[in-house]
């Protein structure tokens, strides 16, 4: 398995409207694509992503921590944020806060060509270091811990972190799947077969070919290829 970039991370919330005007009024995205189920926003249609899924509320946390993008200039992403919001600054450098329905954001200030690009989504993970490892054979990287101190791997410059914390098995999950770009959906088909990793779904899109696989601790993980024809913006 090789995935080459982390594509977007997919969430299922109740009202996914309120948490869009957020991150397009405060966070340098635009709506790349709406349809009945879902919203995707991003600032740049072939960078990280966010997709809203519609879903019946409440959701519960589960597995996901938060989801952090990546800026050249903390303070001035800092600026654009409401008076209001209550931050949690843990480190030099990054900046957290809570949104509704448990959609917990952050942003961390570090070189980038494109501003507000995903640059770590934090995992719970009942044995983080364990967990990490099991990442290793769905084709992510090994990578020194972060300035967080978690275990973490790495796919195209940017993380999935795994924090200490009990990720359950809930019956609404606020994290629908995390997905990463590959170049071929159907060479991982076969190496998913290979390697004996379950197969939750294949999704043959207009734009996209998907397969979603069952990764460590029940969370699904998307390799999406984009086809030809993709050319959203």
């Known amino acids: 398995m090789n995935p080459t970039k982390l594509d977007h991370v997919a969430y299922w919330v109740a009202d996914r409207d309120p948490i869009a005007d957020f991150v397009t009024a405060h966070l340098g995205m ?25 879903a ?21 992403a800092l600026a654009q944020l409401p008076a209001s919001l209550e931050l949690d600054r843990p480190r030099d450098g990054e900046a957290y806060f809570e949104l509704t329905e448990g959609v ?32 290793g054979s769905l084709g992510f990287a090994s990578a020194p811990p972060g300035p967080s101190g978690a275990p973490r791997v790495e796919v195209g410059g940017a993380w999935v972190e795994f924090h200490p914390g009990q990720p359950g098995a809930p019956e609404k999950p606020l994290l629908n799947h995390l997905a990463v770009l590959v170049d071929s959906a159907d060479e991982h088909i076969a190496a998913a077969n290979d390697l004996g990793v379950e197969i939750d779904d294949v999704v043959d899109a207009p734009n996209t070919l998907a397969v979603f696989l069952w990764g460590p601790e029940r969370v699904r993980v998307e390799y999406v290829e984009h086809k030809p024809t993709f050319s959203l913006t």
Do not use: C, M, Q
Not at 57 to 74: I, M, Q, T, W, Y
């Open 104 to 135: 917990r954001l952050g942003l961390v200030e570090a070189a980038t060509d494109v501003e507000y690009d995903l640059d770590h989504v934090a995992l719970l993970s009942a044995n983080p270091e364990e967990t990490a490892a099991a990442y």
């Open 30 to 54: 635009h709506v790349i694509d709406r349809t009945e189920r879902f919203t995707l926003l991003g600032s740049n249609a072939r960078r990280g992503k966010i997709t809203l899924f519609d």
């Open 56 to 76: 019946d509320g409440p959701r519960e946390r589960g597995a996901l921590g938060h989801v952090a993008f990546r800026v050249s200039d903390l303070a001035a």
